[in-house]
């Protein structure tokens, strides 16, 4: 076949980001499989179901996990908490519920696909990357929330896409910065990691996201890269879906074999979808198309391998059917049921609301919504290295996020202060009067806190 003829098969396999409120040219004649949505991408709803009805019979991914991480809600905040908050409830009918709703949301607007659930497992609290975006710590309790999320999500039309394969909570490095390695055993990977995995295939999950970590114990490559690893997911584990990457440009890949080799790379192994993710340009994009195209007629990638992965996406593109529908109030109900409260939680008549805020992952993003805002107080936001103001702890509502990780938190925090705990709940301040912990810091969360503390 002649290297024209390779084009629209290696194009179906590229997943691009793109600025602005419209898609532009080269996207919509780009002959892509796919694009995936940022908060950059979207203003209102209006706005973004024009955007995707210009893009007909294309996969349109976004990233709507609920709780810290949302795109359509990226500028109020999310209705809906994030998975630790539903793995606090545990209650498997609730999380499809929930699951379904944000479904709803995202077929109201033409979004055929969403990148959650997230079916890591928190191993260690200070990974930062996973925290409040896993459902926990426990394999098991993640493992039948992951399949509940599918089973909700999927019933409406919307594919969901696990991520991030085969295990991001096994190790403490960000893969957006670097390549992080997991040190554990092979044993310890089917123990631990991997039956989240199991289970999302086993509800039927349309598609699976690789992580951009080394797993020592089974390659020298990232997962994403890996043979080896993609080959278990498709014999082991018997998932026969879509395998999208996770952001190409992400330091692990792009700052190692960089952003074409890694493409190929990924292809060859058993990838079929490649994400480029936020700042990718159009000319980047060609290039990748490019790559796989010349790797082709290197022989370095067997053009058999290349129409399998662009007749996957294709076919997931085909299968997606969404259903909008609007049920904001599954949200609300689990935030509430997330709570966990303890001490005296009477407010002062004029409460002064102090938010520590630390720095923002690269997954969620800046938020633009806290407590105060929501209990319609005097708020005070401090990031690190500011002082804490001259305050009288008894009216103090004091906010922190997985204070754990952060002593500058921890040293801020004043005895008799009443202290809401917005991440993973590991540090319990000793002198507090009152302790609320929501399991997330989304919108939905933080509201439900409010509701808690000034129920009138």
């Not at 990718?280 to 391998?305: D, H, K, Y």
């Not at 997931?316 to 689990?334: I, K, Q, T, V």
């Not at 202290?419 to 540090?427: A, H, I, S």
């Amino acid at each position: 076949m002649s290297a024209g003829g390779l084009e629209p098969a290696a194009a179906a396999c590229v997943v691009p980001g793109f600025e602005g409120l419209a898609a532009p040219d080269w996207i919509r004649a780009g002959g892509f499989g796919g694009v995936v949505l940022f908060a950059r991408n979207i203003r209102d709803p209006e706005q973004v179901a024009a955007l995707t009805a210009s893009l007909p019979g294309l996969l349109v991914a976004v990233d709507e996990e609920g709780g810290d991480v949302t795109r359509l809600e990226a500028a109020r905040g999310s209705s809906f908490p994030g998975n630790l908050a539903l793995g606090a409830v545990d209650d498997l009918a609730l999380t499809r519920r929930v699951a379904a709703a944000i479904g709803g949301e995202l077929a109201s607007v033409g979004v055929n696909m969403n990148l959650a659930p997230v079916a890591d497992v928190v191993v260690d609290p200070d990974a930062a990357i996973v925290g409040v975006r896993s459902f926990g710590s426990d394999t098991q309790l993640v493992a039948r929330h992951v399949a509940a999320f599918v089973e909700g999500l999927q019933g409406t039309g919307v594919a969901a896409c696990a991520k991030h394969y085969p295990g991001h909570g096994e190790v403490t490095g960000d893969s957006h910065l670097e390549l992080p390695t997991a040190e554990i055993d092979r044993e310890t990977l089917f123990a631990r990691a991997l039956p989240p995995f199991a289970a999302a295939v086993e509800a039927g999950v349309r598609a699976v996201m690789t992580a951009h970590i080394r797993f020592a114990a089974i390659d020298d490559a990232p997962a994403t890269t890996s043979a080896a690893l993609l080959g278990l997911l498709r014999s082991e584990l018997g998932f026969d879906g879509v395998v999208m990457t996770d952001a190409l440009e992400m330091r692990a890949i792009m700052g190692t074999v960089g952003l074409e080799e890694g493409a190929v790379q990924a292809i060859a192994g058993g990838v079929d979808a490649l994400c480029l993710g936020a700042e990718r340009s159009r000319e980047e994009t060609a290039r990748v198309v490019e790559a796989l195209v010349a790797a082709v007629g290197e022989g370095r990638l067997a053009e058999e391998r290349l129409h399998e992965a662009a007749g996957r996406v294709a076919e997931l593109a085909a299968w997606a059917s969404p259903e909008p529908g609007h049920d904001r109030a599954a949200g609300a109900e689990a935030a509430r049921r997330a709570l966990h409260a303890e001490g005296d939680l009477s407010l002062p008549a004029s409460p002064l609301v102090v938010e520590l805020w630390p720095e923002a992952t690269i997954a969620a993003g800046p938020a633009h919504h806290g407590l105060g805002e929501l209990l319609g107080a005097e708020t005070v936001r401090i990031h690190e290295g500011e002082p804490l103001p001259v305050l009288d702890p008894a009216r103090a509502v004091v906010v922190v996020r997985d204070a754990h990780r952060h002593a500058w938190q921890r040293d801020l925090v004043p005895d008799g202060a009443l202290v809401v705990e917005t991440g993973l709940p590991v540090w319990r301040p000793p002198g507090a009067r009152g302790y609320v912990v929501t399991h997330g810091a989304g919108r939905a969360n933080l509201a439900a806190a409010a509701e808690l503390l000034a129920p009138s």
